[in-house]
Nanobody, 113 residues
Framework: QVQLVESGGGLVQPGGSLRLSCAASGFTFSSYAMSWYRQAPGKERDRVAV????????SYAESVKGRFTISRDNAKNTVYLQMNSLKPEDTGVYYC??????WGQGTQVTVSS
């Protein structure tokens, strides 16, 4: 069965950086695009970044363009989200998602001074 395990979240000050990881198993990882979503307190879960199956194309939500970078390593079945210049409004639970399988537990990111 599909499993997605997010890690790397934590508490960081505004302007800081974090690198999230998502370890995938239970499907042919290299055949699928992968996405990162986040859910801020009191808001719906929204997609913030997507990467094509080979890593050759990426797309970002307007709110994170220029600050976040999505990447993947198909040999490791892992997708990453590098987050720089973090803002308090980036606070939330971050999830990775394949076109198959369910949501995982996510990883909490808190940006606060």
């Amino acid at each position: 069965q599909v499993q997605l395990v997010e890690s790397g979240g934590g508490l960081v000050q505004p302007g800081g950086s974090l690198r999230l990881s998502c370890a995938a198993s239970g499907f042919t990882f290299s055949s699928y695009a992968m996405s990162w979503y986040r859910q801020a307190p009191g808001k719906e879960r929204d997609r913030v970044a997507v990467i094509g199956s080979t890593g050759g194309s990426t797309s970002y939500a307007e709110s994170v363009k220029g600050r976040f970078t999505i990447s993947r390593d198909n040999a490791k079945n892992t997708v990453y989200l590098q987050m720089n210049s973090l803002k308090p409004e980036d606070t939330g639970v971050y999830y990775c998602k394949a076109p198959v399988g369910n949501w995982g537990q996510g990883t909490q990111v808190t940006v606060s001074s």
